[in-house]
């Protein structure tokens, strides 16, 4: 993104989310949580996952594939778990309930495990993981992705998702360290933007049916993400899907419905958020230090030539987070545009 | 390894290892479960964490590093989880309890997450991961390595190791499905056995200290090992050790002793796993048969040109497993006769 790009404040989008939800039927609290994380995911850099992906769930929710009042309760639980039923709600609204209902149970039975069917596309990974963070527990998430766009290793058949996992760990003055990651070199968001963008994609992230790179985001539906490591990436991604979808019988594989090209079918989209509450484990302030001390250690790392600073996992969304509270959160013009005939069609004010 | 390589049997090696351990004071019980867990580290082709480990082991004991009759207990627990502390205990022998103790757990509170401190070298993940899946569970294991062979994504000091990550997933006629894999893209194990077969290593393995690639595994010790997918498998490793080290008070970045170079200090080893019961999320027999139509679905994928079959995770120790079993474990000249040094040392009969 050009730094040319128009912005604008986090507020205004978050009315704008809001509004957009409330109009296709959303209660008021439920809107408010979209809109708030969905603009959270846009201030961390997320563009993939924020308001970009507003005209599409507004879509999906017009053409009925998701529930807008659901019922979203515990279907099973015992002292160390819980299966949440989304009821086809909003995958925000879904995942929120389930990361309560982790920290809740954690602070009893000091770690949680809470599985979650009939969900619905949640936005970034490292929203949920990094929720337990207050309440000084480790968060960690997984998720089956809402589209097909990678193969089993050696296979040319669009069977998985790009399943990511996030782990989130609070630190005392450094941290708090928060991984969001999905298992293909590049996130399916990732092609969107590019695409949206007119950019090319480095080789690396896409190959076609004959295993050459393919670098035009227009074409990706001809091509598969790489899995991170090769065969590695795919067993995570597959393991993922197991966790996060077939143990709590939400879809995965041939199930999965592409969320991109259909806005009728519901998804039963699963996911898994764990907490695990520091106290039960030791001192948490003596936790908070071994963090901070392995974190500086990192960091100050002799570097390679060339490299100007070494990172660590969520220092730079962090450092976005800031800089786009400040400054706003770039919308491009094309953007800008979805969302003008967005507020057309639904009659409320435009951004 | 080539086929004209000799073999012995299991039961062979077995004995020999259990011998050895005795030789220098484990409990019988435990020499017993060392070897068991080794030899069947070497059945399923993990030949850098079997047999192979037994001299550094020994040595490691006699140099008073490792506590031959550790008091392994739960040092802290809540419904959901347990802290296990090795007293400093062969890492088969902690890991072991520690697995129980999980599956103990899940039994009543569903979930179950058990860290671990005071271990030591475990052998390969997946052993651990795979102990649930008898009492139809799901298993989760990460471990700090002990060794550091890795840097943080664009530095060159070695502060990370090859921190692992296994799942099992049990199957009804397919399965199980067990992912175990290091975060870098190979092992050091692997390298250890490169350098004892005079073999070269494949570029993409290590890197020296200007990222060019090292491809002499003699030379292991001017390098680092790549993590996968770049700056993500340097946050996976980072995270595991977060989550399997730091959560424990077990030792991470400059506190991990290299237990290939020392042979006095404790490692202060950390593991976590993490076992599911899979009854409490929904029908046992209904999640086995989802698990093999989606291992059915991805090995029926249509393949790339050259593929001539697509692997599930966990599939090919399985097979080597049943080889070496008929066959034996394949044992070259040189661990041949370091061995039989050993058992000279120890007073004990030769392979």
Redesign the interface.
Known sequence: MNSSTPTLPAARLRRFAADAFLAVGLPKKDAATCAELMVRADLQGADGHGIFRLPQYIRRIRGGAVNVKPRVRIA??????A?VDGDNGMGHVVMSFAAKTAIR??K??????V?VRNSNHAGPASLYAAMPLEHDM?G?YLAVGNANHM???????L??STNP?A?A?PGQNEGP?V?D?ATT?AAYGKVKTAAQRGETMPEGWMID???RPLTDPKRSSEGLLMP??G???Y??A??F???AG????AA???ETVDFNADDTTPTNTGHAI?A???S???KVA??KR??D??AR???G?????G?E?????GEQSRAKFAERKKLGVPIPEALRASLAKLAGELGIAAL
């Open positions: 099973r639980e015992a002292a160390g778990m299966l149970k954690a009893t039975a000091g770690a949680a495990w599985g480790v960690l193969a089993p290793w050696g296979g040319i058949d069977l998985l996992i782990i760990v360290l991984l990651m070199v049916h004959q295993g991170i490591g065969y590695k990436g067993g995570l597959l393991m899907g197991l966790l077939t143990l709590n019988d995965v594989g041939s764990v695990l509450a520091i039960r484990f030791g003596e936790f071994r963090v001390k392995l250690e990192l960091r790392s002799r570097r390679m030539p490299v600073r070494i990172f660590l996992p």
